[in-house]
């Protein structure tokens, strides 16, 4: 059987793509997922449907090569139906307007405020009604945390920023001025709310709509240059009239590469043929900086639902058009329950109860690689995170950590906390951006390594509606795509991308 459209890789944008697509009877649709598909709720296993944790199983295992200080950072991903959504913390953060912006500058206007926000109306269900920036009856259920899931820390926290000067913000996902929020979420009732669960599990019953789990894809078969089906990790070989990369911004670059795709020089390497030579393949991986400032909390009286809801944000450096560092707080949590493999544990702590700062630079200006380490689909890529190679993004997440020791020690807050355990007090202000340095971290957001833009930028790679220059019958539709990173978490702004896309190939291949 020749299919209409195989979209490869069951992801956030991936979900949507077959969503979207099998909408239209006439169009038959293949969604391939290399990991486990689980097609209900229940099926779940009970660590992805728990909102309240990220779990760090059915994971792709990625590392970043050893920086300058030997730190081999974790690249988590997920390889499951619903991709790194069913694995992620569940903040469900639009992109701002001025995100918009810089798409529009980019990669054309229609990527701009304006015309995305019926796109970010369309995909959302916002329980509390529809108005002029929610949508109501869409395929992904937004909520917002209270109070009482996020645990007195975190109210104390909103508390000292505000007497700090930083404004309460109600609804992040508005249009408006940077300050503290609580951060709607892609979660209801401890449920994670993946896109396999909200786009993809209500439309499986479609005749005209096949999922495969367990189905890695080596590669995109063409004929000439127009693509024409897929090659299975198996061997097992697909034929289609389209294919849509959605596989993320660590996987989408090594198939089109195996393809043909990709770096005339790094293809020749592996001894693959070229059809597109394009450079931008792998390149441009942008990642949100990240550092762990971990205070030692005194036990809450009533404990937390929700580790992490709640944001600060904050214009830190000069000439920016919006905020470009963010602190996350976490509810008091037990120290055993911080990642062993970020958070080393440690013996004879005070209380065992800790609060994290998780901060970043939003807006960095390091850009890292993803490469081939060989044509074989179970390799692992060549991953360089490039953190912290452009000086300035440290002292932006140090300008960050500084926000937060001096919320720590602002009251309400400051009786909740006993002391800084992470990087500590004998790390004074100054030595904060050697400190983050030292102990690189990210917030999981890597994106722009098929970078969309006009065709006379040497490192676009998909044009505005995700066409791959140089090919036909091919699309991209992920994390990969996006024009610039975003000042925000990337699960809500690649549905959207991915949203867009899907709208403009059904009209064409309908
Ligand atoms: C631990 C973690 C926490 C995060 N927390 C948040 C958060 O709270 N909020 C937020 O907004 N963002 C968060 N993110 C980021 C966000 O989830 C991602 O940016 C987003 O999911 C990317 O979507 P995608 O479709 O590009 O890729 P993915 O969702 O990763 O989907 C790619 C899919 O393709 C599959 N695939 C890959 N290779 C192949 C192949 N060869 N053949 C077939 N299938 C393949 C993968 O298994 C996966 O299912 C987090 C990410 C992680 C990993």
């Given at each position: 059987m020749t299919y209409d459209v195989i979209v490869i890789g069951g992801g956030s944008a991936g979900c949507v793509l077959a969503n979207r697509l099998s909408a239209d009877p006439r169009l038959s649709v293949l969604l391939l997922e290399a990991g486990p598909d689980f097609a209900t709720v229940e099926e779940l296993p009970a660590e992805v449907a728990d909102a309240h944790y990220a779990p760090y199983s059915y994971d792709w295992g990625y590392r970043s090569v050893p920086d300058e200080f030997g730190n081999e950072v974790p690249v988590p991903r997920g390889r499951i139906i619903g991709g790194s959504s069913s694995v992620n913390v569940c903040v469900a953060m639009r992109a701002r307007p001025s995100d918009h912006d810089a798409w529009a500058d980019l990669a054309g206007p229609e990527w701009g405020y304006p015309e995305m926000l019926p796109f970010y109306k369309k995909m959302e269900h916002y329980p509390y009604g529809e108005e002029k920036f929610h949508g109501l009856g869409g395929p992904y259920r937004i909520t917002l945390s209270t109070a009482a899931d996020l645990g007195p820390h975190v109210a104390a926290m909103g508390e000292a920023s505000a007497r700090l000067g930083y404004p309460t913000v109600g609804?992040?996902?508005?249009?408006g001025a940077p300050g503290f929020a609580h951060t709607p979420l892609s979660a209801a009732d401890g449920l994670r709310l993946s896109t396999a669960v909200g786009y993809l599990n209500p439309v499986r019953h479609r005749p005209n709509l096949r999922v495969r789990g367990d189905a890695p894809v080596d590669r995109v078969l063409f004929r000439g240059t127009r693509a024409c089906g897929v090659r299975l990790a198996s061997g097992e070989e697909i034929d289609a009239r389209h294919v849509v990369l959605s596989a993320g911004a660590y996987s989408t670059p090594l198939i089109a590469m195996r393809s043909g795709v990709g770096d005339r020089a790094e293809l020749a390497a592996h001894g693959i043929d070229v059809l597109a030579d394009l450079p931008?393949?792998?390149?441009?991986?942008t990642e949100h900086p990240a550092f762990w400032n971990i205070h030692v909390a005194k036990p809450p009286r009533d404990g937390a639902r929700q580790m992490f809801g709640s944001v600060l944000s904050v214009a830190a450096g000069p000439g920016e058009p919006d905020y470009d560092v963010q602190i996350l707080p976490s509810a008091a949590?037990?120290?055993?329950?911080?990642?062993a493999m970020i958070v080393p544990p440690v013996e004879n702590?005070?209380?065992?109860w800790d609060m994290v700062f998780f901060v970043s630079c939003v807006q960095p200006r390091s850009r890292g690689t993803v490469r081939l380490a060989?044509?074989?689909?179970e390799d692992a890529p060549i991953i360089d995170l490039g953190l912290y190679t452009v000086a300035d993004d440290a002292e932006r997440v140090a300008d960050a950590v500084r926000i937060a020791r001096g919320i720590a020690r602002t009251q309400p807050l400051a009786d909740l906390l006993v002391d800084e355990?992470?990087?500590?007090?004998?790390?004074s202000d100054e030595e904060l951006a050697d400190a983050v340095r030292r102990a690189p971290a990210h917030y999981n957001h890597g994106s722009s390594t098929m970078r969309m833009g006009p065709h006379r930028d040497p490192d676009a790679v998909v044009d505005t509606d995700g066409a791959v220059y140089g090919v036909e019958g091919l699309t991209v539709a992920d994390a990969s795509v996006f024009p610039a990173m975003p000042r925000v978490a990337t699960n809500v702004p690649t549905i959207v991308i991915a949203e867009r896309i899907a709208s403009v190939l059904k009209e064409r291949l309908s």
């Open positions: 609804d992040f996902n508005a249009p931008g393949v792998g390149r441009n991986l949590v037990p120290t055993r329950s911080l990642p702590h005070p209380t065992g060989s044509r074989d689909p355990r992470v990087p500590g007090p004998g790390v």
